[in-house]
């Protein structure tokens, strides 16, 4: 199996080659010929639709609309709002010419000077003011709201440093933007989705999360408060997992945004705007996958179960096909997703090796001894346990195994997290602590100065204040000022 | 009735009024404040959600895969294919910078002239380059064939006169792009999507269409072949609904992708690519709506059946609500989907109006006599008919009913279609009946130079050489010359 496998790095060698090589290797994404723009390759894609699909659904059953806005976004848009120009400016993608000419040698194209936009136009980084831009002429009366549209599209940021799925410039997402006519319902909005991230998160990637708000530094660019759902990656560092925003009246003061309400009344509209993006890619990766490949869990997986044939001659291999097709198709009745493999091309070993690589759940294998005693092999990924089990009724057996893991994967996953979160209590041991990774829950005085301090000596951030958990009130560990409750740091990707 | 839809030009007026008065009013799309650049609101994006996930469904089942590839093309590539630059470098959106900075008085932001970029980057307007580009990468041997990836995607082209759905400078699309090791294989598969295209505009958009093939000034910038799906609007003008290319070797010769055949010869790579884009979105509005809104056909409608009471106290609505939510989960369970309006702001006059100028197939009205006769009112939108039925079994009748309404609406229009396509012998006849519209057959000696002709004078251009029908030859209706068989000729969108 080494040999399929060569080149993977070990997780305990150095976790950030083992996820760069892995997402490559299992034909995930791969960069491209455009500077922090990746390619997601066919298999990858497979599972963005699997995620994309369960949350479409689960948006809708919320009372969620799909629409679809502009991908340009006049540049003086992004200067209405005061917070959110400082935080989108930096690293856009500017259009500035709507038409190339040929050279004067006619071997090349060059940009048509002629072509030069009165105003420039920016790639959306993200949507707010291209929405409440269109917003505006939606909404008049509180008879028109609420508001509760999302969007599935691409955005763009000039990041620097970028790495498959973690941060690319490029990305697919999906980002909700609702409208209230009251503070309340907004709130009860931005947190509504919070929560549907957060189940999301933990039933169907098997990931755990910590649900809670983030500090004045980290909050979204123009938001009141940013919600978040932090998960723990297998080397102790912190993935930002999903935001839900509460955006109070700033995008709506910014585009004059004014409905009347019940009483004739002129107000401002509440917004919320909330997303998750193909970074949960990199979740996903990073929580589950081991040394032989990705894991991944069945409600999400691709292929569910892999059925793969061993056999010495053809007559065998028609014997075993009538068995391995027969045990598909009922498979497929029970709405499982099923791939039987008796190509010719590559050998068992070189197969097992690949399907582990890809992180399908569960394999079955059937030889021809296997058919003489009414056996088949069944191995489960998540733990690489085989055990050979009568053919009969394995579709049950099957299907039982496959909630098994997804089970078994969330907690193990849980299990992880929880051991590597701790309380710390003085500044010396936080600092001792963060070298090992985990979430430090920690007492903090609630002011940017300390939480500046702390990152700049540490590179730890607070991740959120949780919205559950511990709510005895301390000291922060340097200043020693009052903290109304532990905070939780980590360094993040 | 007239009062709710007022404003609604009639299509006899004016045509073109009443399609951009009817995407807008039907809540379908509207202009965004970026030139050429439209929304597309929820109803309009659920008819679209609709396309989608069924010509998904129909990749999928014949082989194909979905994947992402980047928004933004390097200039260089566009000029690797010679015809492909001289089609689509004059009307791109270019990006030349990656940041902007703040005004010096601190009141706008201002394109940073330090963050310029090397080589500048083009939004795609289709991705043959980028994708060529990258599955150099990917083929190496004959083993590595097919490739038969399909990307849902934005596209840009800097449109000069947009109209919504119909040309727009940002659109929707998907694009398929294979790779294939033999000619034979590549044409094959272009055939094949190109009758997969008619397939889903027939039997799901009810919308008849003539397959054939581009004369050589209407194909596709690099294209050895460009198959193609032509449809008659109401007007008698011709919309080309959907392109597939046989690609020949071009792109592979411009990104050098050479493979090692079964002989262990290198060769280059044959290709197709092809596409359906929210320019359906016009195409299914135009073939079906009248003057009194869409009509929708019932595969494709968000909401297939509507439930409307009618009630003169709170005591009634609850009756008449008992019922009609029976009769609803009935007909969801059935796989319909199924909207019960009892809303209590809007007039029943009002909501009659509104569904019917949404196109909602089906709607059922419940009043308390029809309780006490034990009858429902059934309005059919395509041909407006209404009648009183037995409450017993309307689910049955309305399953029905959907189906008689998605072929009626077929039939009708071919038969419109059929009746407005005829043959022409000479050019003065040429000239006359394109006033007219429809579509005209005529002979063509198959040179550019009469097809030109034709377009200046008459506006006419060859909208394809079907690939069915009528095959006998005859001689140029202008140049006397031998003509293979009549072409179709039309003035299109």
Redesign the interface.
């Known amino acids: 199996m080494a040999k399929e496998l060569k080149g993977l790095t070990k997780r305990s060698e150095n976790y950030s080659q083992w996820y760069n090589e892995l997402v490559v290797k299992a034909d995930l994404a791969?960069q491209?010929?455009?500077r922090g723009?990746?390619?997601?390759?066919?298999y990858g894609?497979?599972i963005?639709?699997k995620i994309q699909r369960q949350l479409d659904d689960m948006f809708k059953a919320t009372g969620h609309?799909?629409?679809?806005?502009?991908?340009?976004?006049?540049?003086?848009?992004?200067?209405r709002e005061a917070e959110h120009?400082k935080g989108f400016?930096?690293?856009?993608?500017?259009?500035?010419?709507?038409?190339?000419?040929?050279s004067e040698d006619g071997?090349?194209?060059i940009?048509d000077p002629a072509a030069k936009l009165e105003e420039?136009?920016?790639?959306r980084p993200t949507s707010e003011t291209?929405i409440w831009?269109?917003y505006k002429?939606w909404i008049h009366s509180y008879?028109d709201l609420p508001i509760l549209?999302n969007q599935w599209?691409?955005v763009?940021r000039?990041e620097m440093r970028t790495r498959l799925f973690l941060r690319t410039a490029?990305f697919?997402w999906q980002e909700g933007h609702t409208a209230h006519a009251t503070r309340e319902e907004a709130e009860t909005e931005a947190v509504k989705m919070l929560n549907l991230y957060a189940d999301f998160a933990e039933n169907f990637m098997a990931v755990p999360v910590v649900k809670g708000v983030k500090s004045e530094t980290e909050r979204f660019a123009g938001a009141l408060e940013t919600y978040t759902i932090e998960a723990m990656m297998q080397d102790g560092k912190a993935l930002q997992s999903g935001t839900s925003h509460f955006l109070g009246q700033n995008f709506a003061k910014a585009f004059d945004v004014q409905f009347l309400d019940k009483n004739n009344k002129l107000d401002y509209v509440w917004a919320t705007s909330w997303g998750v993006s193909t970074r949960l890619m990199g979740a996903l990766i990073m929580t589950h996958s081991d040394d032989n490949g990705l894991v991944l869990p069945p409600k999400l997986a691709p292929i569910q179960v892999v059925i793969i044939p061993i056999y010495k001659n053809e007559e065998q291999l028609h014997t075993i096909d009538d068995k391995a097709e027969a045990i598909a198709t009922n498979l497929r009745k029970m709405g499982l997703s099923v791939k039987y493999d008796n190509s010719d091309?590559r050998r068992p070993g070189f197969k097992f090796a690949d399907y582990e690589l890809k992180g399908v759940p569960v394999r079955l294998v059937i030889g021809a001894r296997d058919l003489e005693n009414g056996t088949i092999e069944v191995l489960r990924r998540d733990t690489l346990e085989k055990e050979s089990v009568s053919i009969e009724g394995i579709e049950d057996r099957v299907k039982a195994l496959l909630d098994d893991i997804q089970n078994n994967m969330f907690v193990k996953a849980k299990t992880y997290r929880d051991e590597r979160t701790i309380n710390v209590d003085t500044y010396d041991e936080f600092k001792e602590k963060i070298e090992e990774g985990g979430f430090l829950m920690a007492h903090w005085d609630g002011t940017p100065e300390t939480e500046a301090k702390i990152k700049e000596e540490t590179k730890a951030t607070i991740r959120c204040i949780p919205l559950d958990g511990d709510t005895t009130p301390g000291v922060d560990m340097i200043t020693g000022k009052p903290s109304a409750r532990r905070v939780m740091f980590a360094r993040a990707y």
């Open positions: 791969e491209s010929a455009v723009c990746m390619v997601i390759k066919p894609y497979a963005w639709e609309v799909n629409a679809y806005f502009p991908l340009l976004i006049p540049k003086s848009f992004l200067s120009v400016a930096k690293e856009c993608a500017v259009v500035t010419h709507y038409r190339l000419k040929s071997k090349s194209v940009v420039e136009l920016i790639i291209i831009s269109t002429n008879r549209c599209a691409n763009f000039w490029e697919l091309n």
